[in-house]
C-alpha cells in the first residue's frame, strides 16, 4: 500500500447515497420509538395527568363498587419513595346465588382493564408491581384477608362509584374498611370542586 | 370468608423491554455478522457482491417478516420453536428447538471467541496462536460472565445491549455517510460489477456466505414475553431491524465495490487495485474487511484504524450474549410446552429470569469453547484433530454447525408460518406479510403465505447447499438432532406424553391467555369475538 492520500472528491450519487442512509436509518429508528399508546396506556395516562402529586402504597383495592384508579400514581410515587412492593387487587364480588368460582365475565373484563392501568402506572413509574383479581362473597372480607396475608402498613382505597349521587362518598364498603382494619387506610374521595383526600389513618384503625 | 389465594411461587419471567431494548436484542445479533460476511462474499462474489447480498437480503427479508408477523401474534418466549410446534406440532417444535438450541450455544462460543480476536489487533498478547491459555482463560472469563449477567437479570443486560447497539449503530451509519460523501465513484462501482462477474456457481456460494451476515432475527421473538406491549412493539423493532441490517449490507458491498481508497492500493508489481480486490485469495483481509474499508474512508480512517476493531470486538460480544439469552428462553419455552424437562421453566425469585437455563446453556458452551481450544492448548490433540475431522480447528467445525442450525430452523420455521395460516385463522394478526392468496380452508376465510413458500424455497435450497459443501456438518448437524430427538422421546416415554404426536392442548385459552399476558387486551377481544362468530357460523350450520 501507497500512504500517500489521494484527492477527495464529492459525487453526486455519493451525496445523494450518503444522505439516503443518514436520514434513513434516523427515520427508521424515530418510527420504532414511537408506537402508539394503548387503551390502557390512555388510561393510564390520563389517571397520571389527573393525579400527578398524589402518592401511595402497599394495597390498592378495587371492585366495581370501589374506584380506586385515581389513587393508583399515588400508591406508585410512595412505593418507589419507600421502596416497597406494591400490590393492585381487584375484588369481585361473587352473590351466594351462584358458586364461589362461577364465570363473571364483564366483571372479569373490568378487572383486567383497571389492573393493567394500574401496571402501566407502577411501570412508569419503575416500581415493582403484582396484581390480583380476587372472587369472594364479601368485598370488605377479601380486602382485610389480603391486608392480612401481605402484612399490608397501608390500604389505599378511592371512593364509593355512585357517592356522588348518594351523597354517601365512602359507601357502606369502604367504610367497613376503614373501621376493621389492622392497619391504616388511606380513602381518596373526589370532591365537587377538585381532589379531597381524606387520611382515616390512626383516627379509625390501628396499624398493630 | 374470601377465597384468598396463596402467593404464586413460580413467577413470571418479567416485561421489563422497551421498544429500543427488543430492536438491540435483535440487533446484537444481526449487527455483528456484517463484520465477518462482507469479506467472505467480496472474496468470492466479487463484482457480484452487491448482487449477492441482494439475493440473501431477499430471503433475510421473508425471515424477517415471518418471524415480525409469528412474534406479534404469539408473544411467548421461544421465538421459532413455539410456533413450529404449533403450527406442526410437538415432534417437529422440539427439532427446531432443538436446532436452534444449537446454534445459540455455539453463538455463544464462536463469538466470544471472536471478540477476544479483534481485540488482539490492539492487544497483541491476546493472539490465539501467541498466547493460547490465555486467549482461552479471556474467552472463558467472557462467557462466564456472560452467563452472570443474564441470570442477574434481562433489563440489566438489554440496558447493557441497548448501549453498545446505539454506539454500533451510530458508527456505522458515519462510516458508510463519510465513505459515500467522499470515496464513493459510481464509475468504479459499475466498472467492477463489468469485468468482474463471477461465474454462477460463485455468485451461489456468494450468497449462501451472504445469508451469514443475516443470520439472528429471532431474538427479537425469542424476547417477546420480557417485551412490553408486544404485539404493537416487536412488528416496529422487527421491520426497523430488517431495514437497518439491509441498507447496511447493501450500502457496505456497493461502497466497497465503488471506493476510491484514500490511502492508494498496488499490487506487487506496483499496478493499481480497486478496494475490493484485496478480498479474493486472501484469508487475513477477509477476516477483517470492515476495519480494512473504514480505514480508507477520507480523514475518519485515521482513526477508524484504532476504533473498528474495539467495534468489532464489542459487537462480537454482545452477539455472544444474545446467544446466552437467546438459548435460555427457548429452553424456557420448550419446557413449559413439555418437550425439555419442568427444571428449564424455574424462575429466579429475586431476578426472575430462568436461571437453571442460562447455566445449563453457558455451560454446554463451556464444553463446545474447550473442544475449540484444545489443538492450541494441548498440540499433543492436533493429530487427533486432523484424522477426525479433516485437519479443521474446532471453530471451523462450530462454524458448519451454526449454518446448519440456522437453516434447518428457519425452514420448519416457514412451515409453521404457512400451518398456522391455515389452521389459526381467528388470532388477530396487528402485522401480517403482504402477497397473500385468499382461500377457503375448513370452511374458514384463510389467506396463504406467498412469501412463506417464497422464503421456505430459499432458505431450504441454501440448508441443501449447505449439507453439499460441509462434510463435518453433513455429519455433525444431523447427529445433534438424532441425540436430541432420543433424549425427547426418553423424557416424553418418562412423562407418558405422546412420544410423537401432540400433546392435547386447548389452544383457544392459551391465545386469550397469551394475550392477556401481553397486556393485548384490545387483540384478546377481538380473538375472543373472532371465535364466538365461528362457533356461531358452525352451529348455524354454514360451516362444515
Not at chain 2, 482463560?137 to 442477574?152: F, P, Q
Not at chain 2, 416496529?236 to 449490507?249: D, H, K, V
Not at chain 2, 449454518?403 to 408460518?417: H, I, K, M
Not at chain 2, 462434510?471 to 416424553?492: H, K, Q
Amino acid at each position: 500500500m501507497n500512504a500517500s492520500s489521494s484527492e477527495i472528491q464529492v459525487t453526486v450519487a455519493g451525496a445523494v447515497i450518503a444522505l439516503g442512509i443518514a436520514g434513513g436509518v434516523g427515520a427508521i429508528l424515530w418510527w420504532m420509538l414511537h408506537p402508539p399508546s394503548s387503551y390502557v396506556q390512555r388510561i393510564a395516562a390520563e389517571a397520571e395527568s389527573e393525579l400527578e402529586r398524589m402518592v401511595g402504597s402497599l394495597i390498592v383495592a378495587f371492585s366495581p363498587e370501589i374506584d380506586s384508579s385515581h389513587m393508583m400514581v399515588l400508591a406508585a410515587r410512595l412505593a418507589r419513595g419507600e421502596r416497597s412492593e406494591l400490590l393492585a387487587i381487584y375484588v369481585i364480588e361473587v352473590p351466594y346465588t351462584l358458586p364461589p368460582d362461577a364465570e363473571m365475565e364483564s366483571e372479569e373484563r373490568a378487572a383486567l382493564d383497571a389492573l393493567g392501568a394500574a401496571e402501566t402506572i407502577a411501570q412508569k413509574s419503575n416500581v415493582t408491581i403484582r396484581t390480583e383479581t380476587i372472587k369472594a362473597r364479601s368485598t370488605k372480607q377479601a380486602v382485610l384477608d389480603i391486608a392480612k396475608r401481605e402484612k399490608a402498613n397501608l390500604i389505599i382505597l378511592g371512593s364509593y362509584r355512585e357517592g356522588k349521587y348518594s351523597g354517601a362518598p365512602l359507601g357502606r364498603e369502604i367504610e367497613e374498611i376503614a373501621a376493621d382494619a389492622k392497619c391504616d387506610v388511606l380513602i381518596g374521595v373526589e370532591g365537587k370542586h377538585g381532589t379531597l383526600l381524606i387520611d382515616e389513618s390512626g383516627a379509625s384503625s390501628q396499624s398493630s | 370468608m374470601a377465597a384468598v389465594k396463596p402467593r404464586a411461587k413460580n413467577p413470571e419471567l418479567r416485561r421489563a423491554m422497551k421498544p429500543w431494548g427488543s430492536f438491540s436484542w435483535g440487533y446484537s445479533d444481526v449487527g455483528a455478522d456484517i463484520f465477518v460476511g462482507l469479506g467472505l462474499v467480496l472474496g468470492v462474489a466479487a463484482g457480484a457482491s452487491n448482487v449477492a447480498f441482494l439475493f440473501a437480503g431477499v430471503v433475510y427479508v421473508c425471515i424477517g417478516l415471518a418471524y415480525t408477523e409469528l412474534a406479534a401474534t404469539y408473544p411467548v418466549a421461544g421465538g421459532g420453536q413455539y410456533f413450529v410446534m404449533r403450527g406442526l406440532g410437538d415432534f417437529f417444535g422440539f427439532v427446531a428447538g432443538w436446532a436452534v438450541l444449537l446454534d445459540f450455544t455455539i453463538d455463544v462460543t464462536l463469538f466470544a471467541w471472536s471478540s477476544v480476536d479483534y481485540t488482539s489487533q490492539l492487544l497483541p498478547a491476546l493472539v490465539n496462536s501467541v498466547n493460547p491459555w490465555l486467549h482461552f482463560l479471556v474467552v472463558l472469563s467472557l462467557v462466564l460472565g456472560l452467563c452472570i449477567l443474564n441470570v442477574v437479570g434481562v433489563r440489566e443486560s438489554t440496558a447493557f445491549n441497548g448501549a453498545v447497539s446505539a454506539l454500533d449503530v451510530i458508527s456505522e451509519t458515519c462510516i458508510l455517510c463519510l465513505g459515500f460523501l467522499f470515496a464513493f465513484r459510481p464509475h468504479l462501482l459499475i466498472h467492477a460489477m463489468q469485468l468482474n462477474w463471477p461465474s454462477p456457481y460463485q455468485l451461489m456460494l456468494g450468497t449462501s456466505l451472504a445469508i451469514i451476515s443475516f443470520v439472528g432475527l429471532e431474538s427479537i421473538s425469542q424476547a417477546a414475553q420480557e417485551t412490553q406491549r408486544p404485539a404493537s412493539v416487536i412488528p416496529r423493532t422487527s421491520i426497523s431491524l430488517i431495514l437497518t441490517i439491509l441498507i447496511f449490507a447493501l450500502a457496505y458491498s456497493n461502497l466497497a465495490l465503488g471506493l476510491h481508497p484514500w490511502h492508494p492500493i498496488t499490487d506487487a508489481a506496483g499496478h493499481p487495485l480497486q478496494f475490493w480486490q484485496i478480498f479474493p485469495h486472501n484469508a487475513d483481509n477477509q477476516g477483517k474487511a470492515v476495519a480494512l474499508l473504514s480505514a480508507q474512508v477520507p480523514y475518519y480512517g485515521a482513526f477508524a484504524a484504532l476504533y473498528v476493531p474495539v467495534l468489532g470486538a464489542v459487537l462480537l460480544l454482545i452477539s455472544s450474549n444474545s446467544g446466552v439469552f437467546g438459548s435460555s428462553r427457548i429452553a424456557y419455552a420448550m419446557s413449559t410446552s413439555n418437550l425439555l424437562p419442568s427444571t428449564f421453566q424455574r424462575v429466579h425469585q429475586k431476578f426472575r429470569t430462568p436461571v437453571i437455563s442460562i447455566v445449563f446453556f453457558c455451560a454446554i458452551a463451556v464444553l463446545e469453547l474447550i473442544f475449540a481450544a484444545i489443538p492450541g492448548l494441548f498440540p499433543s490433540f492436533e493429530p487427533f484433530y486432523g484424522r477426525f475431522f479433516r485437519g479443521e480447528g474446532g471453530l471451523g467445525f462450530l462454524a458448519d454447525l451454526y449454518a446448519f442450525g440456522a437453516a434447518t430452523s428457519y425452514s420448519f420455521v416457514f412451515l409453521g408460518l404457512i400451518s398456522l395460516r391455515l389452521t389459526d385463522p381467528l388470532s388477530p394478526r396487528k402485522f401480517k406479510i403482504p402477497l397473500n392468496i385468499p382461500l377457503r380452508f375448513r370452511g374458514e376465510r384463510v389467506e396463504f403465505p406467498v412469501v412463506g413458500v417464497i422464503g421456505f424455497i430459499g432458505i431450504f435450497s441454501i440448508l441443501i447447499f449447505t449439507l453439499q459443501t460441509h462434510p463435518l456438518g453433513r455429519l455433525f448437524g444431523p447427529s445433534w438432532l438424532v441425540l436430541g430427538v432420543i433424549l425427547y422421546l426418553i423424557y416424553r416415554n418418562h412423562r407418558r406424553l405422546p412420544l410423537l404426536r401432540s400433546q392435547r392442548r386447548d389452544w383457544r385459552k392459551a391465545q386469550v391467555e397469551i394475550l392477556r399476558r401481553a397486556g393485548e387486551f384490545e387483540l384478546m377481544d377481538e380473538y375472543t369475538a373472532n371465535v364466538k362468530a365461528s362457533d356461531a357460523r358452525r352451529a348455524e350450520g354454514s360451516v362444515p
